[in-house]
């Protein structure tokens, strides 16, 4: 029986919740410590695993961060860096919050470090009226309420232009 | 970008993000907080560390109780009386996470007033563990408060509240 130390090409499949299967090689899939702790269990590697939370486009993005950090040798944090900030540039909102919730759920937590972090880089000085439209979030206070939560957030923008 | 309100997205990822903003701007807090009753709510659970500036020193209070979940207090201001004060009013706060007190500015001497009303509170005290006091930094001189405290008093500016 070849077990899966003497076997470095083992891989897995995973599959998305809209049915695409993705083969992964297993020390790319090992980023995540929810796939970690599956095979580190019983769960044979034969097995598809099924993620129901995340659509076949998210995934693939997940798993070409993962294959990079699974990839580079741990010297070269400088090109992780850069390549983390390539990896990000261009995504919006929406395909920012699904890897937010994907690296949450698959427990990837250098993916949703970074991710997050893209997501407040985003509403830095931002008023909150806009805040409210980045995120499509309902203003549900009454003038009131806002007029006493401001009041009481006076001094958050105190001493600053 | 298609427009989708996130709504379902769960507490613990907002939090992840709202802890990403800047910590030494309190204005990204402030204006998440004015976007919904449930970014306030989630804001305040998140914010883990408060500046305390000469402006902010009176409410202090207030914001002590608002934001439950601080771990760090950092203090830029000069006025001795102040922080003797300040320190009182933290040691009679329900700040149970309270980890380190970080001093923006050196002082010509320590508030000890501040110090041993930090010491009489049995949370504070307790919380600030011999373990974490190797992981806290200082700019200018820590205080680090254990089971026993004493005082010392370092002529090159540093001071601390030990273990002994």
Redesign the interface.
């Known amino acids: 029986m070849a077990s899966s130390i003497e076997n470095n090409n083992e891989k897995l499949t995973l599959k998305s919740s809209d049915g695409e299967e993705f083969l992964v090689e297993k020390h790319v899939a090992l980023q995540s410590t929810l796939l970690q702790n599956m095979l580190d269990s019983d769960c044979s590697s034969a097995d598809v695993i099924p993620l129901p939370k995340i659509d076949a486009r998210t995934l693939a993005l997940v798993l070409g961060y993962c294959k990079k950090h699974a990839d580079a040798s741990s010297s070269k944090q400088g090109e992780l860096n850069s390549f983390d900030s390539e990896f990000l540039k261009d995504m919006?909102?929406?395909a920012l919050?699904n890897l937010?919730?994907a690296a949450?759920f698959m427990e990837i937590k250098g993916l949703?470090?970074i991710a997050?972090?893209k997501?407040?880089?985003t509403?830095?000085?931002?008023?909150?009226q806009e805040?409210?439209e980045i995120?499509?979030?309902?203003?549900?206070?009454t003038p009131e309420?806002?007029a006493a939560?401001?009041e009481?957030?006076r001094?958050?923008?105190?001493?600053?232009p | 970008m298609k427009k989708q309100a996130h709504g379902h997205f769960p507490d613990d990822c907002w939090e992840l993000i709202f802890q990403k903003l800047r910590e030494d701007d309190e204005r990204d807090l402030g204006s998440i907080s004015l976007v919904s009753k449930r970014f306030l709510s989630i804001s305040n659970q998140a914010k883990l560390r408060l500046n305390v500036n000469d402006g902010t020193l009176p409410l202090l209070p207030n914001l002590l109780r608002r934001f439950l979940h601080i771990g760090t207090i950092v203090i830029d201001t000069n006025a001795h009386k102040d922080i003797d004060r300040l320190l009182d009013q933290i040691s009679r706060s329900g700040a149970l996470n309270l980890q380190a007190i970080k001093f923006r500015s050196r002082l010509a001497e320590p508030p000890r007033d501040g110090f041993k009303a930090l010491a009489l509170n049995e949370n504070i005290k307790n919380n600030l563990k011999f373990e974490t006091v190797l992981s806290l930094s200082f700019l200018s001189f820590g205080l680090f408060v254990c089971k026993k405290l004493a005082l010392i008093w370092d002529p090159f500016s540093a001071f601390h509240l030990v273990c002994n």
């Open positions: 919006d909102m929406g919050f937010v919730l949450n949703l470090d997050a972090q997501i407040a880089d509403i830095k000085d931002k008023p909150h805040v409210r995120f499509h979030v309902e203003n549900d206070y309420e806002e939560v401001r009481e957030n001094w958050a923008f105190e001493g600053f």
